[in-house]
């Protein structure tokens, strides 16, 4: 304010890290934000936020932001600046080119849950009907798609069951995989808010997060499970449920697919399954999960929240089917206080997987192989779809390597530090002829790119995020965009140089279209954002102003599907020379690769990465408070300084993978989940020894 001087008007907006979707106003004098107030009538935080939102927004007029799209033929070339018709027409022509050489299904795109819905609606749609392919991919990839899979395989839609003011009439709230403190801190405020008020609260983590105990808050049961066991975990607590039938039988009859239960019921409650025999993989004793089971089961309304830490393993998928067994069996689902809650990590991962951005789903979840869905598709936009999945984003990057993959759009998503394996992400990218991206910095993906297409922030664009509630918010422009352009009018520039002859003038038209071909959309608009501040989808006939629960009555499936969770162990082995396991996580005051945090001058980021070393592991190594040390793995190394803390237990190291210096993805394995191939982040065999610095 000293500097800029006092406010003269305020936009309402949306903040553009974390799922939560703080709404704010944006205190503006001309075209310069001279300050972001919380807004006390945004619902999903209700006049709270924050260090991110309130104060990282500097990246947006950064110097390192580049602003003019820039060629180059070779990736060991000097970039050339030109003019936004030149690069946009390169990109067309080079890609068209590579079509006609290697194929239809040569090249592909990315989209970020960075992105409004707007853009990505149009790069799946320029995939689709410019590209003629299915070859369009999200960074859901490498975080939520295991949730995608799991909660609309068992309750049949992709997404969280509740609002945000459901957790004030839980009894019992387990927190799986989570850390709500540094990752969603308003929610976790909330959370705590209720905790001090006498709910229980069940941790399952690898690591003592900070709402173990934390000021008056103690969990009741913290299970300090081995990372990669979660299944063992809760597949033992649904065998007490089982076994002790705690379950809900008015529930399971009227709900759900009975035949199934009965089968999943068999299954679990099998000796191999006790909290005895898992104890043996998970090193959780016995007696805490079984009172951790039944506490859950005994709830008046029993919450589930979970994070990355179960989707970001090679059984993913099969975790979150794990969660939504516990959660049917006990009759938690269908009413405000209970339900299966994904807190997404980016601000709009729940919208980029709701508009089609995955290689085998139409917007709303519909299969590509759905041909009444493509016929409503391709009438709209008078092109053919192909019936085919396309390719995710390591196959992308295989079939590169393979020499079959030539050509990559990618919009907002840095792949080469935030997917697993860098080295290989490397040689894909390397591999192919015409990489271009789209972006605010020069990140790293960019050091392979032959095209750059400079992007523009949430402060100058319109639009709309869907929170980790199914919340759709708008972002509003308060500035004109410093590259010229907004990001949908980027993608549609390219769009039309492949003479696909878009004719958007507002990403309101976008929104529109949007509801004209998704079901869970159909009542969204502009307007009726305006009128109502927000929408829970489902927006429809039957709910106009919105869903803030689902499944009140009857799943979206029908019956809901109880699966069979047989744990299998990750392949990734410790060892003699790797006999660590190292797992990640985020800090408070940086976001993801740090690509924003990091560039915002009116706050100072102190933070490093750190490894966390149990005292024990530590003393083993020489290595004391503050040293530097190299962490290696079977696929790399890289090097940070250590703090020594009984957080983690022994055996186990953590980090988080902000910085670019320390690049924590260059240990990471390229196992996956064996249902969407989202990487397993979580799980990595390490050595860790003293080191002398980078
Ligand atoms: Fe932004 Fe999330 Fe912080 Fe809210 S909690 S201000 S959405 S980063």
Redesign the pocket.
Known sequence: VAEIGLPEHSVVT?????????A?KAEMKGEQVVRMV?WKDGK??RG???????FAWGYATHKERILKPMIRGRIDEPWREVSWAEAIGHSAAEFRRLQQKFGMRSIGGITSSRCTNEETFLVQKLVRAGFGNNNVDTCARVCHSPTGYGLKTTFGTSAGTQDFDSVEQSDVVVIIGANPTDG????ASRLKQRLRRGAKLIVIDPRRTDIVRSPHIEAAYHLPLKPGTNVAVLTAMAHVIVTERLFDEAFVRDRCDVAEFEDWAEFVALEQHSPEASEQYSGVPAALVRGAARLYAAAGNGAIYYGLGVTEHSQGSTTVMAIANLAMATGNVGRPGVGVNPLRGQ?NVQGACDMGSFPHELSGYRHVSDGEARDMFEKLWGKPLDEEPGLRIPNMLDAAVDGVFKGLYIQGEDILQSDPNTRHVAAGLEAMECVVVHDLFLNETANYAHVFLPGSTFLEKNGTFT?AERRIQQVRRVMTPMNGLEDWEITQALANALDLGWTYTHPSQIMDEIAAVTPSFTGVSYERLDALGSIQWPCNDKAPAGTPVMHMDHFVRGKGKFVRTEYIPTDERTGPRYPLLLTTGRILSQ?NVGAQTRRTDNIVWHEEDLLEIHPHDAEQRGIKEGDWIKLASRAGETTLRATITERVAPGVVYTTFHHPLTQANVVTTEYSDWATNCPEYKVTAVQVSPSNGP
Do not use: D, E, I, Q
Request: glycine share 12%.
């Open positions: 949306t903040c553009a890290y974390c799922g939560v979707g703080c704010f919380p999903a935080n709270h936020s924050c260090v991110k939102g309130r969603h801190p308003v929610f601000n929170n976001y």
